[in-house]
């Protein structure tokens, strides 16, 4: 019982971050993602938009995992299918970071 509150709970949090940043209005989560950098990038207004959409589009894949393993807690094939997404979504997004951050 506590485990499937705990999934939902999540989920919400992780959906309410993921508008946030969809919305733009998320700098302060990214500052504080990147506040472990010594040196701070200079970013200009497209790059930072853009930048919020895709951890947004990121955490929304998480947030949509989360649902999915709420709702079928009982089906361990669809535990392994979000384990794939949530898988491919940080390798996805490990490849837009390394390629944002060359630019």
Do not use: H, P
Request: net charge positive; glycine share 10%; with cysteine.
């Amino acid at each position: 019982m506590t485990g499937s509150i705990f999934d939902w709970v999540l989920a919400a949090v992780l959906a309410t971050i993921s508008v946030i940043l969809l919305l733009g209005k998320g700098e302060f989560i990214l500052k504080a993602i990147n506040g472990g950098r010594r040196k701070e990038k200079r970013w200009g207004d497209k790059e930072k938009k853009r930048y919020s959409r895709a951890m947004g589009v990121f955490v929304g894949v998480l947030a949509i995992d989360e649902v999915i393993i709420a709702l079928y807690s009982d089906n361990q094939w669809m535990m392994l299918v979000c384990l794939l997404i949530a898988v491919g979504a940080l390798v996805g997004m490990g490849k837009f970071s390394r390629n944002y951050s060359r630019k």
